[in-house]
């Protein structure tokens, strides 16, 4: 994101949500990599955790997501950028 802001945030969505009326996301963080912007920001990395979760969602069940960033405005949101999806499945 080459413009930036300081109130910028990713969150996780399921595949299908409409773009121009987002709810609370499943899991999401500020673009600095955390939910306080105290630790350093590493470049292409973006780990998520239990801290990052919202009620019962972590781990991520089974589906298929994409992150959105957004910019902290009122609800509902609008995805300023998305990801390509990505799937969370078990394996054997």
Request: with cysteine; aromatic share 10%.
């Amino acid at each position: 994101n080459c413009l930036s802001e300081e109130d910028d945030w990713l969150g996780i969505y399921p595949v299908g949500e409409a773009l121009d009326d987002l709810p609370n996301p499943i899991m999401w963080s500020w673009v600095c990599g955390s939910r306080n912007c105290r630790e350093a920001v590493q470049a292409n990395t973006f780990a998520l955790d239990e801290s990052h979760a919202g009620n019962d969602s972590w781990p991520l069940a089974e589906g298929t997501y994409m992150v959105i960033m957004a910019r902290n405005s009122a609800q509902p949101y609008t995805a300023y950028a998305r990801s390509a999806s990505f799937t969370i499945q078990a394996t054997c």
